[in-house]
């Protein structure tokens, strides 16, 4: 069956480094998939998508690759700040959200 | 307007009450979702409302009852609920399209908990 799951429970960087956060998948049947992130209280907030024809999107300060060969997707934060910490889930969308485990993202000063 | 509210913030309810989540958007999203998540981990979704007719519900307890009064308001109503039925319940919104799912915007969640 489908499922979408992540690599690292926790993430830890120093304030200005890059972060990369990563999720496999085990089915690509879905045409796209979506970063979210979570904050303490809060519910989750879309970072970017990726559709299943692209292998590389950019946002501001983020960019997700897609790997179709190998079934991986990874979200890249430039220069992490502390507002950045919070839960990062990957999602792929499909009749309906298949959420991964989600990665704590923890900014370092 | 790209928000999705929800009230109560917080709710403490005793086995035995009957309560009610609200969830309200004005984007014009004709689908709207309830989910369940438990700390640490990601939501689950219960139902899914599909132009405010249940389409998807999933395997939900009937302590559960879901209800779409129109297309810009869903509700969640309660009723002998279990300690372990304590968590934070998210609402969301989409639009909707014959395959796949459009980007869900999420509401702050219902912190509920269960004595």
């Known amino acids: 069956g489908e499922s979408v799951g992540l690599h690292l429970p926790t993430l830890s960087v120093q304030e200005g480094d890059n972060s990369i956060i990563n999720c496999a998948y085990s089915?690509?049947?879905?045409?796209?998939f979506i970063w979210y992130k979570q904050e303490s209280g809060k519910g989750p907030q879309f970072i970017i998508d990726?559709?299943?024809?692209?292998d590389k999107r950019q946002g501001q300060r983020v960019t997700v690759l897609l790997n179709k060969t190998v079934k991986h997707l990874s979200l890249q934060i430039a220069a992490t700040q502390p507002g950045d910490s919070a839960v990062y889930f990957c999602a792929r969308a499909g009749n309906m959200l298949t959420f991964g485990g989600g990665t704590r993202l923890m900014v370092k000063p | 307007d790209t928000e999705v509210t929800q009230t109560p913030k917080h709710l403490v309810m005793g086995m035995t009450n009957k309560k009610s989540l609200k969830c309200e958007q004005h984007?014009?999203?004709?689908?709207m979702y309830w989910y369940k998540q438990k700390a640490k981990k990601p939501p689950e979704l219960m139902f899914v409302y599909s132009y405010e007719k249940l389409s998807i519900n999933e395997s939900v307890p009937s302590r559960f009852s879901p209800e779409c009064p129109n297309s810009s308001l869903l509700n969640l109503h309660l009723h002998a609920l279990q300690p372990e039925d304590s968590a934070l319940y998210l609402c969301?919104?989409?639009?909707?399209?014959?395959?796949?799912?459009?980007?869900?915007?999420f509401g702050p969640g219902t912190r509920l908990t269960v004595t």
């Open positions: 089915n690509s049947a879905s045409d796209y």
């Open positions: 969301a919104s989409s639009q909707v399209r014959l395959a796949g799912s459009y980007e869900q915007y």
């Open positions: 990726i559709r299943s024809n692209m």
């Open positions: 984007m014009g999203h004709r689908a």
